[in-house]
């Protein structure tokens, strides 16, 4: 893990390590999305997407840390990974996204008041995806390097680097994000379909190179993630005087 070097290059860096990952995620991610297209739910698959997603960040992290994987299938760390991933990433913002959507259908339909409605929503439902990463992001790379694991000590480091971590999310992680979600709602108000072979039976060009451009938007997301909440948790301890010997020579 190169610290020298910027958050984006770093994260191409990590996907670049980890090639083969990627093309796993890519086709299960992808495969995901056409049976959610296929099979509609309102939130169900959310959750395969986001223990996919988990299991993804928790290899990049690993690589930009420099650790060895476990051995074996889903072993002791990674479930532990994933556990903390989806109890203070992922469902904090699921619950609190899907509380702000069901809250509209409580208001008037007046236009004027729905246009106010309208921008409060978009920004309940940007801090309900920005706070658990900030708060809670560098928990992740603590688990890992059983230094500070506590999530306590992810809310103090949180509040020690705001700057860093606040510009990071912002300007670099939200962007990729926004993109992402441009294309599925391009999908979502026409007659287009994000699937490679639509409802008829023929192939689906667009639909299929615009999932698949969606979900490598995805996976970057996911490595700028990493990389953000990585080097914040090394930047901090690096403050603090609490990284070891070892590990100072490995980031240095």
């Known amino acids: ?4 070097t910027n958050v984006i290059s770093q994260a191409f860096g990590a996907l670049q390590a980890c090639r083969s990952l990627v093309l796993t995620y890519l086709g299960v991610t992808c495969g995901i999305d056409v049976l959610s297209e296929r099979y509609e739910s309102e939130w169900f698959w959310d959750i395969p997407s986001a223990l996919v997603g988990a299991v993804f960040v928790y290899h990049l992290c690993i690589n930009l840390l420099g650790l060895e994987p476990e051995t074996g299938f889903f072993g002791k760390s990674q479930r532990q990974f994933v556990l903390r991933y989806i109890l203070l990433l992922f469902l904090p913002s699921f619950l609190m996204g899907w509380g702000i959507v069901l809250s509209v259908e409580m208001f008037p339909e007046d236009f004027a008041y729905q ?3 309208f921008v409060s929503v978009l920004t309940g439902l940007f801090v309900s995806f920005i706070l658990p990463l900030f708060l809670f992001g560098s928990a992740l790379p603590a688990q890992l390097l059983e230094i500070q694991p506590q999530i306590i000590s992810s809310i103090h480091r ?3 680097q705001a700057g860093y971590l606040l510009t990071r ?3 670099l992680l939200v962007p990729a994000v926004l993109v992402s979600t441009a294309i599925f ?7 287009l379909e994000m699937m490679p072979i639509n409802a008829a039976g023929e192939v689906n060009v667009v639909g299929g190179l615009l999932l698949l451009i969606s979900n490598l938007i995805g996976a970057l997301c996911d490595a700028l993630l990493s990389v953000i909440i990585c ?3 090394i930047k901090d301890l690096r403050e603090q005087g609490e990284l070891p010997l070892a590990e100072a020579e490995v980031f240095a």
Do not use: C, H, I, P
């Open 169 to 171: 999310m912002l300007f």
């Open 115 to 117: 246009s106010t409605l």
């Open 185 to 191: 709602l391009v999908f979502e108000f026409t007659e």
């Open 158 to 160: 949180a509040g020690r």
């Open 231 to 233: 080097n914040a948790y």
């Open 1 to 4: 893990m190169d610290q020298k």
